[in-house]
């Protein structure tokens, strides 16, 4: 299969459960952009299992406590792209935390 994610190298995964892992995005908005994604592949949320939805809101947690202790963000975006006009690039499902900062003046 050519799904980049599928064939992730384990070196790059941060955090990972029985259904889920968390990565670095490979071309973050922001600095601490990580990626939530399932170990099965599936094209978007509505494809989820409760299971799955659950494994990776608990990753979510978890990589949210990272970036703050690491970065201390002022704000996060969560982001799910569902389908190519939604701006859906990769077709296997995964969750986008991006912390936002403050623009100091």
């Known amino acids: 299969m050519s799904c980049t994610f599928c ?16 990565v670095m995005d490979k071309y973050p908005a922001d600095k601490g952009h990580m990626l939530f994604i399932p170990k099965r ?38 982001v799910v792209n569902v389908g190519e006009a939604a701006g859906q690039a990769i077709m296997h499902l995964h969750i986008h935390l991006i912390p936002r900062y403050k623009k100091e003046e």
């Open 7 to 22: 064939n992730l190298k384990d070196d790059k995964i941060i955090f990972e459960n029985e259904l889920a892992f968390a």
């Open 41 to 78: 592949h599936y094209k978007n949320i509505f494809e989820a299992t409760e299971e799955e939805v659950t494994a990776l809101y608990r990753l979510l947690h978890k990589g949210r406590n990272y970036i703050r202790e690491k970065y201390d963000p002022d704000g996060y975006n969560v």
